[in-house]
């Protein structure tokens, strides 16, 4: 597991790599999720385009706000975007460079869900079957007018008893399929020109202020995890002194009910001090039912005004 | 696991050897996407060219220019490219040898699918059927049927369950014709190739050798020196927001001293660590407070001047100390002739 362990830590060493690296994650998710739905084709006349063009728009529009959400920054980004000015001033730049750098991201698994149904074709198959016409295929140029849509509608079923073996039903899916991987190639080729020409031209425009949004983005990111770091720190060291305080507070309780305890030894050291005190049943049971019903109050001024 | 980590690490060594395993991995990918794309030839007479050379020459299209968007460099080709002249000069000779060195790596993964798609033959069978030579192979004079009619039944050669034409041409003669010359295609294709590949390589030396190695060196350093840059922008910021918020947690601490009526006593030092730990604040109010203004007032991008480190010389913003070391300045120039 170690190389995949330093693979992990490849992607975490920047947020920017983090990113990429669930995106990626997602576009694999999407193609095993399409490969692993069960594509069941209602064959019947109004309800064919309803589940094509369901299973074809539906899922990106969740993977889209499945990658919003996995995404930390998008949190950060709104943050800083909603946030009162008070001493620092906002500059729309960096919220700008980062509301565009996380949808560029999110966007990479709906549109690969698209593109993996479009290559593969059964959606277009079953949500436009009905739509094709009849007179260019042979075994429907005949049929009645009531009568071919039905069949239409059937092609997308293989097993059905109407359509098993008919030559047309192939002809027609062939044909469908067909413009279906075409509109999918032709999209991702848009697709891919565009992030090409993207990619080219960013230098061209702008690329001090876009150095300067890319800095100060990162740098909101660090200075978040960094105070969510010392508060992390703060709560330790405070929750260390709060307790201790409540333990001590019950040990100089238990020595004021009890007469014949036997003097504290001074500078006592190692497991007798960690026993602070408390050194049998009752007195354990009693602490733990004041912490239950008497949490002590979140202050330990008395740690600076000792 | 040893092995993969130092090749891993290889790999990352530099941006070139970074780009080669990319390289290699759009290569697999290339061929895994062409092995689960399901050919579907349309089999009707004006569809099949138009699909045929169209998964001939589409994918490969795209391959290649996501060769190119995947690759760093280009962001750093277009930079060096554009920036203004300030005090470098600019070698259009590094800029050539790194478009040359992105392009050919780009090149890869377009010519495994072509290959691939060539020594297959699907393609070629189902764009070409229609111009099987039917006189030779088979019996032309068949039927008397319009030229129309014997294209669209020639058109249906890659559909072997709906073909109808096996007395003008039978199926199998005329897949085996198509696949034969697809595959010396591919074969020849691949030679071609592989052929331009050895000598560009073996050529380079004889020409131009020192102008090379000038070129490469410097575009690793522009890499190198880019990759520096934001490591040590990233350090920067790491240090910039520890002490900004180090003095946010101090200005509120001193907010609330100022703020209470009696001023506490003075700490002594054996509860230094402590307090400095707690960092001023001591219980539930004045988390809250610190909290709350850490949303609603952000402290502004300006560290005070005592709390700048002096080790190294990013300063930042604020008063530069009286007694500087005079900073080292190193300069490297590249010169642009050989």
Not at chain 1, 158 to 183: F, G, P
Not at chain 1, 232 to 255: P, V
Not at chain 2, 291 to 317: D, M, Q, T, V, Y
Request: net charge positive.
């Amino acid at each position: 597991m170690e190389h995949f362990r330093m693979i992990f830590q490849y992607f975490q060493s920047n947020s920017e790599s983090v990113m990429n690296g669930i995106c990626g994650l997602l576009a694999l998710a999407s193609v095993k999720m399409y490969t692993c739905f069960d594509f069941s084709c209602p064959c019947l006349p109004r309800y064919n385009m309803a589940y094509g063009l369901g299973i074809m728009f539906v899922p990106p529009v969740a993977l889209f706000l499945c990658s919003l959400f996995l995404n930390r920054q998008s949190l950060v980004m709104l943050e800083e975007w909603r946030r009162p000015q008070g001493h620092r001033k906002k500059d729309l730049a960096v919220i700008r460079y980062m509301c565009s750098s996380i949808l560029q991201r999110a966007m990479v698994a709906p549109v690969v869900w698209v593109i993996v149904t479009l290559l593969d074709g059964k959606c277009l198959i079953c949500a436009f079957s009905s739509s094709v016409d009849p007179e260019k295929f042979v075994g429907f140029a005949n049929a009645s007018p009531a009568h071919v849509q039905q069949l239409l509608a059937k092609v997308p079923c293989k097993d059905d008893a109407l359509m098993r073996n008919n030559t047309s039903r192939k002809a027609v899916s062939r044909y469908l399929r067909c413009w279906s991987q075409a509109l999918g190639w032709s999209i991702l080729l848009i697709l891919i020109v565009a992030a090409f020409l993207a990619r080219w031209l960013r230098p061209c425009f702008n690329q001090a202020t876009l150095l300067q949004a890319r800095h100060w983005s990162n740098y909101i990111d660090i200075e978040q995890k960094i105070f969510e770091e010392t508060c992390c720190e703060h709560s330790q060291f405070f929750a260390h002194k709060c307790i201790l305080h409540f333990f001590e507070n019950m040990r100089q309780e238990i020595r004021q009910h009890r007469f014949n305890l036997p003097r504290d030894r001074e500078g006592a050291e190692g497991e007798e001090a960690l026993l602070r005190g408390i050194t049998d049943q009752g007195q354990v049971n009693k602490l733990l039912k004041m912490w239950y019903c008497e949490k002590p109050p979140l202050d330990v001024n008395w740690v600076t005004q000792r | 696991m040893d092995k993969f980590r130092m090749i891993f690490q290889f790999l990352q060594s530099n941006q070139e050897s970074f780009m080669n395993g990319i390289c290699g991995i759009m290569a697999l990918a290339s061929a895994q996407m062409y092995s689960a794309f399901d050919f579907n030839c349309p089999c009707l007479p004006h569809y099949n060219l138009a699909y045929g050379l169209g998964i001939l020459l589409v994918p490969p299209f795209i391959l290649f220019l996501l060769g190119f968007v995947l690759n760093n460099n280009v962001s750093m080709l277009a930079e060096e490219w554009r920036r203004p002249r300030g005090q470098r000069g600019k070698d259009p000779s590094v800029l050539r040898y790194m478009f040359c060195s992105m392009a050919q790596r780009a090149m890869i993964a377009p010519v495994v699918w072509v290959s691939m798609t060539l020594l297959d033959g699907k393609c070629i069978t189902c764009a070409f059927c229609t111009s099987v030579p039917v006189k030779t192979l088979g019996n032309a004079s068949h039927a008397g049927l319009s030229q129309g009619e014997i294209k669209r039944v020639l058109a249906r050669i890659p559909c072997k369950e709906i073909y109808d034409g096996q007395e003008l041409i039978a199926n199998e003669v005329a897949v085996r014709y198509l696949r034969c010359i697809s595959q010396a295609l591919g074969w020849c294709f691949v030679l071609l190739m592989t052929t331009l590949a050895f000598l560009v390589r073996s050529l380079r030396p004889c020409f131009t050798q020192a102008a090379f190695l000038k070129s490469r060196y410097w575009s690793h350093y522009i890499d190198i020196e880019r990759k520096l840059f934001d490591e040590m922008c990233a350090e920067h910021a790491r240090s910039f927001a520890k002490v900004c918020i180090q003095q946010f947690f101090e200005g509120m601490s001193t907010d609330l001293v100022a703020t209470r009526c009696h001023p506490p006593r003075k700490a002594p030092a054996d509860v230094g660590e402590a307090a400095e730990k707690l960092l001023g604040i001591t219980d539930q109010a004045t988390m809250n407070t610190a909290l709350k203004s850490w949303h609603k007032c952000k402290p502004p991008l300006h560290l005070h001047p005592p709390a700048i480190p002096r080790s190294n010389g990013w300063a930042g913003e604020g008063q530069r100390p009286a007694h500087t070391p005079v900073p080292r300045r190193e300069m490297a120039a590249y010169y642009s002739r050989v």
